[in-house]
Structures are given as C-alpha cells and as structure tokens.
C-alpha cells in the first residue's frame, strides 16, 4: 500500500481516502514497471486485467480493515468492476487476460533471473579470466533460461524479448543438449538437466557447491518437466543456435530492430564469425524492413570492432592516421543513431590523447558532453582541467558535474560533485549534507582507486589547497588511499609537504589503511571458490607493499629520535618487520633495506634474531646480506658475533662480487677502508681467500 507504520488513526483514515480517490492510477504502491513491461509487449488488457483484480482485491481489504468509509469503498468497487465490464466480452475472457498476465509475468521474471544468473558468472562479458567451473554454472543457469523462455512463449506468443535473450545466449553459453531433440518433437520430459556440472561436481563437490550457491541452482530439480511446444516455433532442421532464435523473434516482431543490434555483436571475429558474414546477412532480406538510419548504424558496428582497440601510434602510416580520424570525425558528426556516434567520439577521445594534441581532445570532450556520453574517470578530470582554463568562473563546470555525475556509472564524478557541493566551489551551494550524501554513495573499499585519483588531481589542477579537505573525508569513511595519502604527507621531511611533517601522526594513517586491507585481504582469502571480482579495487596486496614499507620507514625515523631503549627497540622490531611484509607483498626495495636495516638497529639481541636468515642469503651472493654479515661481525659491542677476521671476509666477498656498487663503500668504508692501518688489516686478512670460495658459485664438480 505504501503506508508508513506510525500512521496514527486519524492520518491512517486521511491518507488512504486520499489514495482511494486517485485509484485509477492505481491503489497504493502500484507495479508500474511490470504494466509497462506487459505494455510494451502489446499486452495492454492482460495488464489492465491484473490492475482491476488488484484494485478490487486492495479495496476490500481496506474497507475490511475500517480504514475508510465504506460508500466510498464501495464506489470504487463499483467503477471500478464498470472499467472490466466495459473492457472484456465475459468473466472468462477476463480470468483468461489476468491468468495471463500472471503466468507470463512470472515465466519472463524467471527467464531474466537465469539470464542475469547466467551472465554473472563471466561478469558480464569482462571476466578477465574464469574457470570451467564457473562457465558450466553458467550454462545451467542457461539451460534454466530456456525452460522459463519456453513457457513465457506459450503463454503469450508474442514475448519477441525472450527469445531475443534465447539468441544471444546460445551463443555465448551454447544450448542445452536436449533442445533440438524436443523441437524436432521428441519427448524429453524426465530427462536430466545439469548434466555437465553434475560431472564435475563429482570431481570437485567443493568448488561446485560454492558456486551455485551464487545463483540458486540445486540438483533437488534437476530433471527435464513437461514442456510446451508455443506454435510460433518453426521447424528447427538439427540446429537451435542463435539464428533460429533470431528467426523465432522475427517471425513475432517482424519489423524489429534491437534484436539485429543484439544480434550483430555476438557474430564478429571475436566470437567466431566474421565482417563478411555480417555484410552478406545485411544484404539479406531479413533486414529489408530497415530504414536508412538503422541500417548505417549495423553497418558501423564493423568500423567499431574494427576500431575499438586500435590505438592511432600502431598506425604507422601518417597518411593511414590522417584517413582513419577524419572518418571517426565523420561518424561522430553525421551518423544518425546516437549509439554510432557515441562510439566514434569514445575512440578520438583515446586517440586525441594518445596523440597529445590537447586543443582537438578539449573539442571532442566538448562535443561528447553536447551527446552526453558517459565519461570515465580519465577523461571526466580532463575535462575539469581544460574547464577550468577555459571556463573558471561560469555556470559550465557547475552543469557538466551535474550533469555527469547523475548519468555515469563511474565514482570520480560522484565524489567531485559531493566534495564540491561539501565546500561550496564552482558553482555549487554550499550543502554540507547533500555533498556528504554524494561521498556516502562511494565510501566503499571497491572505490578505493577512485578515491586515490579525486585526491591526486587536485594537484594536477592547480587546487592543492583541496587535496587534504578531501582525503581527510575520505579518511573519516575508513578509505585505504586517503588514510595513506595523509600519512605520506605528514612523513614528508623535505618541508614541502601540505601537512606538518610528523612520523608518528604519519604511522597512524598508515596503520590504519594497513589494518582495513588485511581484513579485506582475510575476506578474500576465507572464500575459497568464488566467483571472479572483475570489478572494482582489488589491488589489495599492491597497495600493502607501499604502506608498509611507509610504516617501516616511520618506525626507522622514529626509533632515531627515541631516548627510550625499550621503546626504540620497539620501533626497530616494527621496522624489520614491515620491511620483510613489504617484502613479502612485492615491493622491490623491501628485501635488501630489510637485510641493510638489520646491522642498523641498536637492539643486538633483535639482530641474532635474524642471523640465520642473513647468513644465508650471503652464502647465496646477496650484497645485502655480505655487508649486514661485515658489519655484523665487525660490532665491537656485539660480544657474541665479533670477529674482524669475518667481517673482513664478508667485506671482501661484497668488494669481490659487486666492485661497483656504492652500497660497500657507503657501509664498510669506516669499518675497512678509511685509513691506512684497516686498509693494511684488511688485505691481510683477505690476501689468501681464493676465488673458488666467493659465495653464490656453482660448483661444477657436484
């Protein structure tokens, strides 16, 4: 009804007369994208059916209830009963319209359910890779599909849209065995279903039973039911693939047109067809029903396969390049169905920037926003920089981010249109909730990367000012990148940084970027069999690398400037231990500071810790480890490892293998080298030590 619960009597009575009175736009909350749906499929009396048995039902209830006056109710009834009468022949042809509108409706849900199910499982066509696993679950989601498609068709024979959907996905997700065999008039009821994925879930019950869990499907069901056979259906001649479902949706929507731009796609070389076929078919008579305009668009399709990926600097032909812009710069001028143009003005986007040539990009942007096509986050900041050289003090840049942020998919211009409705800029009003209810729409890890970039390009665009405003809101929303982006600001010691250098503020940011990504990273890994995330900010262990090793360098400048001895050994601890973690996520300096920073720290016990370690990889040839072992060795407060002899040794190895690397002298200089009695020491420690024992060789004899 669409009634809130704490309606006391007298506002319960006054809102539902007022609902009764317009009950010809339907009582209470009506289902309006489900009439629409039956509308457009030319079943207007099936949807106007359903409404006069919803309207009667609904009335009844709330004059039942005492929620209005009963004449009132009554008169509704009784127009409402007049507007059936009016409407249908009989009783019967009425209860027919609503059966049908029912039976068809929950036919068509069911079949877009699988659909969606079905694609889900390839991320909708941007799987970047997938498993056998996953795309068997989608066939039985499409196999179910093709059940629900079947009985939506006969009940209503002109569902054109379900048998749209039967075509692309058999492509796709191919047909289930069984299909051809029943419309060639088999009996195929009390057949198995799902008989692919029950082979593997025989092998890997696991990962099966994981993965339907994403879409519902079960073996409880899984036997072929009784299926009808629509008359619409012709004659299927061995092969119920995509063409005979194009001929199934052509033969109830004679004249259509999206079907063909559904159709076309799925028959280009990347999904084993090719441009000749697609030619040869639109010369065919099928398409004869085609106006001028639908047919250029189909056409254009091929330039945009052809064009899509191509980036202008693999054309190495100047001549080439000059003809293959100016015939982008013709389609996006002159073809007559948006979708073409849209397609020419996203390709000398990429190709103007790839080009560096600023004042013909600044023109396309402009003339995309005229089209209003959807801008990704690159091309959104671009078009604030032009913007704002250009256009600083008008209402432009206002209209554009309203205008982008409410039609795009993408959150940069979410979270633009939110922080500058937070502070008031570029026309905006300042609305500290409205532009907090914007940020609110993204404040989610998977627009972690989104956040990095807003934040990023304040300074880009000249506005640095703007920089650490947004990142500390985003720091309030737990956002990874904003949390590090301020901590690499206040541990930023050259002075130049926008906030007041400070490690241990600095360490705090860190932390808590570190703390929110390993408890995504422990999510990620508790799921052993999911589907796969295409989408979204998934660079966790990317990110880790940086941040510890930022923490690492935190707790070293920490423990610098730290009189306490328990409490700089802390800070030692921390620091080798986020260097390794650093090491351990990919970070390419990590490994040979974290051996370096070993012989650094004061806390001798904490350096035995790692002496094994050490050891061997300097018996492997690390330079790292041979200077750390020197150093390491040559402690005169280390009682333990103290050896000049060693350290000599180590030093000597370090010299022998890497004669050009600074690191040696940097570390072992004053140790070895600095004046003439250690040189003297030096040489005569290591006179004799041959080349066959230099670490890392391979010993040929073995």
């Known amino acids: 009804m669409g009634l809130s619960e704490n309606l006391d009597g007298a506002a319960l009575r006054h809102k539902v007369e007022d609902i009764l009175r317009r009950w010809p736009a339907g009582i209470g909350s009506s289902p309006r994208t489900f009439y629409h749906h039956l509308a457009a499929q030319g079943q207007v009396r099936d949807a106007l059916a359903f409404d006069c048995m919803r309207t009667a039902f609904l009335t009844r209830c709330i004059a039942g209830l005492g929620w209005c006056n ?10 409402n009963a007049q507007r059936a009468q009016d409407c249908f022949d009989s009783w019967e042809d009425y209860a027919t319209a609503y059966v049908r509108a029912r039976s068809t409706h929950a036919w068509l849900a069911e079949a877009q359910y699988w659909n969606h199910r079905a694609w889900l499982y390839r991320s909708y066509g941007w799987a970047r890779e997938t498993t056998r696993a996953i795309w068997i679950c989608a066939a039985a989601c499409n196999e179910r599909m093709v059940i629900a498609v079947l009985n939506a068709i006969d009940c209503e024979p002109r569902q054109w849209m379900a048998a749209a959907l039967t075509s692309t996905n058999s492509k796709v997700f191919g047909q289930p065995d069984w299909l051809v065999e029943f419309l060639e008039g088999a009996d195929v009821a009390g057949q198995p279903l799902m008989e692919d994925l029950a082979e593997y879930h025989r092998h890997s019950p696991q990962e099966v039973d994981a993965l339907m869990a994403h879409s519902g ?43 063909l731009d559904e159709y076309i796609p799925f028959c280009m070389p990347r999904w084993r067809g090719s441009h000749e076929e ?7 008579s099928v398409c004869d029903h085609l106006s001028a305009a639908e047919r250029e668009h189909l056409e254009l399709l091929i330039w945009w396969d052809d064009h899509r990926d191509l980036r202008i600097k693999e054309v190495d ?23 073409s143009r849209h397609n020419a003005l996203k390709w000398l986007r990429v190709c103007y920037s790839d080009l560096d040539d600023n004042d013909a990009l600044w023109r396309t ?13 690159y091309f959104f900041d671009d078009t604030i920089k032009f913007a704002l050289r250009d256009f600083p003090d008008t209402w432009w840049m206002y209209n554009f981010l309203c205008q982008n942020a ?27 909730a409205q532009g907090l209810a914007w940020l609110d729409s993204v404040a989610d890890i998977q627009y972690n990367h989104n956040w990095r970039a807003a934040i990023k390009n304040f300074n880009w665009f000249g506005l640095p000012e703007h920089f650490v405003p947004l990142a500390e809101l985003g720091a309030q929303r737990n956002i990874p990148a904003a949390l590090n982006l301020l901590g690499l600001e206040h541990n930023n010691k050259e002075n130049n940084g926008l906030l007041p250098y400070d490690p241990a503020i600095a360490l705090g940011y860190f932390q808590r ?58 800070y030692e601890k921390e620091l080798l231990d986020n260097l390794w973690l650093a090491h351990q996520f990919g970070h390419k300096e990590a490994w040979g500071l974290f051996l370096l920073n070993i012989f650094e720290v004061k806390d001798i016990t904490l350096a035995h810790k790692h002496l094994e370690l050490v050891q061997q990889e300097a018996n492997k040839g690390t330079l790292h480890a041979m200077v750390t072992l020197s150093r390491l060795h040559g402690n005169k407060h280390d009682r333990t490892l103290f050896n000049m002899k060693l350290s000599a040794r180590w030093a000597h190895f370090a010299f022998t293998l890497y004669p050009d690397n600074e690191i040696v002298m940097d570390c072992l200089d004053h140790l070895h080298f600095d004046s003439f009695w250690k040189r003297f020491r030096f040489a005569w420690y290591t006179v004799r030590i041959p080349n066959s024992e230099l670490p890392g060789q391979v010993n040929s004899m073995v």
Do not use: M
């Open 217 to 259: 499907l079960s073996f409880a069901d899984a036997v072929c039911p009784n299926l009808p056979r629509p008359s619409v259906l012709p004659e299927c001649n061995d092969y119920a693939g995509q063409k005979y479902w194009l001929a199934v949706c052509l033969a109830i929507f004679p004249t259509a047109f999206y079907v």
């Open 278 to 284: 697609i030619r040869e078919f639109l010369e065919s």
């Open 317 to 339: 032909s100047p001549a080439e390049q000059e003809r293959i812009i100016a015939k982008a710069e013709e389609i996006s001028l002159r073809a007559h169905i948006q979708e």
């Open 513 to 570: 970027a570190a703390e929110i990504l390993h408890r995504q990273l422990a999510l990620r890994e508790s799921t052993p069999y999911k589907l796969i995330d295409n989408g979204g900010y998934t660079d966790y262990e990317n990110d880790l690398q940086n941040i510890h090793f930022s923490i690492g360098v935190c707790n070293q400048r920490l423990s610098k400037q730290e009189p306490d001895t328990e409490k700089r050994s802390a």
């Open 70 to 79: 009963e004449n009132e109710a009554w008169l509704v009834l009784l127009l």
């Open 406 to 432: 409410q039609q795009t998919e993408f959150a940069v211009p979410k979270i633009r249109r939110g922080y500058f409705q937070y502070a008031g800029l570029l026309g905006f009003e300042k609305d500290e």
């Open 365 to 377: 942007l402009q003339r995309s926003i005229v089209e209003k096509v959807k801008f990704n986050n």
